[in-house]
């Protein structure tokens, strides 16, 4: 189900609904016809959890194809590159929203705490791990305060998300592997915004220290502590991901690709992927037909 396109939209929730207060949750059964902008290539900036209580999708996410079925849920992380395909017949819940909806309460990074947020999870055999008839009426509260939006529905609406992502932390069992330090963790998360901003133009692990007030040895050393890789290799992995990306879900050219990711020359950007994959961005492409 690989669909190309020009251009990956970059979305935002105001292109799902205007006025929008960070936080959308729709029946499953509305999916495609509220949001039929996502079933082309879209990189989000906001978070996706979607639970299939009857039939089940199909996900292109990054460079994946990913199948979820009936009684299981998917978390997708902002900044992936995915197009959705819902079977018309699906039940279930999709529950869409910010990092500032949840941190105007929780003001000290707790949704970060999360760990299965900074990935594409897919929850298999749910109701092993969860009370489904909790999670049902957790969907049918957020969704009943949603209409009702009076005064203190957003606080209410934040204590419900909270729980319920509680609640796939508990079924998803991922911990960090070593002892969490708050500030080098906030740190590395300040980095991987600033990361986000600017890989396209700069490559050198100094300029993001320098944004940080912090030298680049101690950047190197706690990314290596909370990330297993070095800053200069998630500089990489952050531009080949994107190369990726381009090549899988664009009709653009290798040398378009090169000049948007900021590559001096079109052939330093075929060494640089090679260096990484053992072929060239256009055998790349090849493969992923």
């Excluded at 929203?97 to 055999?125: A, E, G, I, P």
């Excluded at 998360?189 to 007030?213: D, G, I, M, T, V």
């Excluded at 990330?227 to 190369?243: P, Y």
């Excluded at 990306?245 to 590559?263: A, C, D, N, P, Q």
């Amino acid at each position: 189900m690989v669909v190309k396109t020009e251009e990956i939209n970059v979305l935002t929730l105001e292109d799902l609904e205007n006025p929008n207060i960070g936080f959308i949750v729709t029946p499953l059964h509305a999916f495609n016809r509220q949001y039929s902008i996502l079933s082309l290539p879209n990189q989000r900036k906001f978070y996706t959890i979607i639970y299939f209580e009857e039939e089940g999708g199909r996900f292109a996410i990054d460079q994946s194809i990913v199948q979820v079925q009936k009684g299981e849920a998917m978390s997708i992380a902002p900044s992936s590159v995915c197009t959705f395909e819902i079977h018309r017949e699906a039940k279930g819940w999709v529950l869409y929203f910010t990092d500032s909806f949840f941190t105007k309460r929780y003001n000290d990074n707790v949704l970060h705490d999360f760990s299965f947020l900074k990935d594409n999870v897919v929850y298999k055999h749910l109701e092993e791990h969860i009370d489904i008839s909790k999670w049902r009426m957790m969907m049918d509260s957020m969704f009943d305060e949603v209409k009702l939006s009076d005064k203190d529905s957003k606080t209410i609406l934040r204590s419900y998300l909270n729980i319920v992502l509680g609640m796939l932390e508990r079924c998803n069992g991922i911990r960090w592997a070593m002892p969490y330090n708050k500030e080098r963790e906030n740190r590395v998360r300040e980095f991987e915004q600033l990361l986000e901003q600017f890989y396209r133009s700069e490559r050198f692990p100094s300029f993001y220290a320098e944004k940080l007030n912090i030298s680049t040895n101690y950047l190197n050393r706690i990314c290596k502590e909370r990330r297993n890789r070095s800053v200069g290799e998630l500089i990489r992995d952050r531009i080949l991901m994107e190369a990726e990306r381009l090549l899988y879900h664009t009709f653009k050219t290798v040398s378009e690709i090169s000049f948007e990711l900021g590559f001096e020359s079109c052939s330093y950007f075929i060494t640089f992927f090679k260096k990484k994959h053992g072929i060239s961005p256009e055998e790349f492409r090849k493969m992923q037909r």
